[in-house]
């Protein structure tokens, strides 16, 4: 038979139980806006009496009370994981859309000051001097406005380049990130090692581990999976970046300038490894958006663009140099590129502007026929109108998916909140619930204490 002693032990647990159940309740609410905070819920389970039969038992087989037997972290490792690989792809399209869009802005077409704008305008003057070869007018326009097409061309070049040293300092900045990251991702396994081998709590210090992989997904497109013991592992591209405490560093290798970037392709890499083969990240994230502006569509829109002004170049001065000028001068090309590669107006007086085709003449052949080079299938402005194309097209195409993908991702961070973000609603309902909970064992303990007032301090004393 129980003691009259044992129903206090009872009620005792019971406070220390509903106390524990607010208490995490309270860690609920607290950390309501808290980004990565996962919710938390209080595991009770009835403690039992005597578990086998036994001759000489001394207790009834009741129970002694209940007891606290874990604080359940409300994560689903499944979405987490699927979150971590949609973020990843959200962060590359994003990174991607906003490239194309600075790249747009660069070009600026289309627009009365563009490349396109200023080219017909540069056809038109030629066609002015067709028409009055004998005026130096029209040939000064004709040097001004071919100055102005070669210094948008070289502008158009410069901020591509400027937009690729942008993203290559970036890159530098995200290294060091990533790694930095993956050490804490490191320390924070050791810890939770440490701390389920002690019995302590680790529910927060795996919130902190979970935001750290979420950063190293947007990054890098990373990966994770766990561990029996409770360390995560992490991965770019397949390769192993945190094996339970142990990190693989990683590195930015390459060109430093767009000009080298042909012959000395810039990449993610491990640090340290000597195998060029092996060194190499085939990363995503937002770090595998930028290898991929910096390999393919910087350097590829880069190469159309002077293919652009090399046509024009080379049509132009095909013509100009078999052309006579006013002056009589023969041979002259009308373009030309400085040693850093820009363009460049060589001819700079308006009487050496080829005209005619035969010397001493103004029949105007010669700037009739490159007034036409603009209306040419083969000219410049096409091949200029079909690069500004394939740019709107590949722009618009990403900033498509990227809109999907980030209607993909907000579902599933909804997923991920319904799961383990904190609903005020349900947790005012447990505060009620732990409350109550709490009196009716308080209730229950001054019950005891007054039946047992009645047996130590009243029995026996009747008649008295």
């Known amino acids: 038979?129980?003691?009259?002693?044992?129903?206090?032990?009872?009620?005792?647990?019971?406070?220390?139980?509903?106390?524990?159940?607010?208490?995490?309740?309270?860690?609920?609410?607290?950390?309501?806006?808290t980004e990565g905070y996962t919710r938390q819920r209080v595991s009770m389970q009835s403690q039992v009496g005597a578990t086998t039969a036994s001759m000489y038992a001394k207790t009834d087989g009741l129970g002694t009370g209940v007891a606290v037997s874990d604080?359940?972290?409300?994560?689903?490792?499944?979405?987490?994981?699927?979150?971590?690989?949609?973020?990843?792809?959200?962060?590359?399209?994003?990174?991607?859309?906003?490239?194309?869009?600075?790249?747009?802005?660069?070009?600026?077409?289309?627009?009365?000051?563009?490349?396109?704008?200023?080219?017909r305008d540069m056809w038109g003057s030629w066609n002015d001097v067709a028409n009055n070869p004998q005026l130096a007018a029209p040939r000064s326009a004709v040097i001004q406005q071919s100055a102005t097409v070669a210094d948008?061309?070289?502008?158009?070049?410069?901020?591509?380049?400027?937009?690729?040293?942008?993203?290559?300092?970036?890159?530098?900045?995200?290294?060091?990130?990533?790694?930095?990251?993956?050490?804490?991702?490191?320390?924070?396994?050791?810890?939770?090692?440490?701390?389920?081998?002690?019995?302590?709590?680790?529910?927060?210090?795996?919130?902190?581990?979970?935001?750290?992989?979420?950063?190293?997904?947007?990054?890098?497109?990373?990966?994770?999976?766990?561990?029996?013991?409770?360390?995560?592992?992490?991965?770019?591209?397949?390769?192993?970046?945190?094996?339970?405490?142990?990190?693989?560093?990683?590195?930015f290798a390459g060109a430093s300038r767009l000009e080298d970037q042909a012959s000395n392709p810039v990449a993610l890499v491990w640090k340290n490894v000597p195998d060029p083969a092996a060194r190499r990240i085939e990363a995503g994230g937002t770090m595998g958006s930028m290898v991929d502006t910096m390999t393919r569509i910087i350097p590829g829109l880069s190469g159309e663009l002077d293919s652009v002004a090399n046509n024009m170049i080379n049509t132009v001065n095909a013509l100009h140099r078999n052309g006579h000028s006013v002056d009589g001068s023969t041979g002259l090309d009308f373009f030309g590129r400085k040693a850093d590669g820009s363009i460049e107006v060589l001819v700079n007086d308006p009487d050496q502007v080829a005209v005619a085709a035969t010397a001493g003449t103004l029949d105007n052949s010669v700037a009739d026929a490159i007034a036409d080079i603009g209306d040419s299938s083969g000219g410049p402005d096409r091949e200029y109108e079909s690069m500004i194309g394939r740019l709107g097209v590949d722009a618009q195409g990403t900033a498509r998916r990227s809109e999907i993908q980030s209607v993909v991702t907000e579902q599933i961070d909804a997923a991920r909140e319904s799961e383990s973000g904190v609903n005020l609603d349900e947790e005012m309902t447990n505060l009620l619930t732990y409350q109550r909970g709490y009196e009716a064992a308080s209730r229950v303990l001054t019950t005891i204490d007054s039946m047992l007032d009645q047996l130590i301090n009243r029995t026996g004393l009747v008649g008295r």
């Open 71 to 119: 604080v359940q972290r409300l994560r689903d490792d499944f979405l987490e994981n699927r979150g971590r690989t949609e973020h990843g792809v959200n962060a590359l399209l994003a990174n991607q859309k906003a490239t194309y869009t600075s790249i747009e802005d660069a070009f600026a077409e289309p627009s009365d000051t563009a490349i396109a704008a200023q080219l």
């Open 1 to 33: 038979m129980a003691s009259s002693f044992g129903g206090i032990n009872t009620a005792l647990t019971s406070l220390y139980a509903q106390r524990r159940g607010l208490d995490v309740t309270g860690q609920n609410i607290a950390n309501a806006n």
């Open 152 to 251: 948008q061309m070289n502008a158009a070049h410069e901020s591509l380049a400027r937009q690729w040293k942008q993203n290559e300092v970036q890159m530098a900045g995200y290294v060091d990130e990533v790694n930095g990251t993956a050490r804490s991702i490191a320390q924070l396994n050791d810890s939770i090692v440490k701390a389920n081998a002690s019995g302590l709590a680790i529910n927060e210090v795996e919130d902190r581990r979970d935001l750290l992989a979420m950063k190293l997904a947007e990054l890098t497109g990373a990966t994770a999976a766990k561990r029996e013991n409770g360390t995560m592992d992490v991965f770019i591209g397949g390769d192993p970046l945190v094996t339970g405490t142990v990190v693989r560093e990683v590195d």
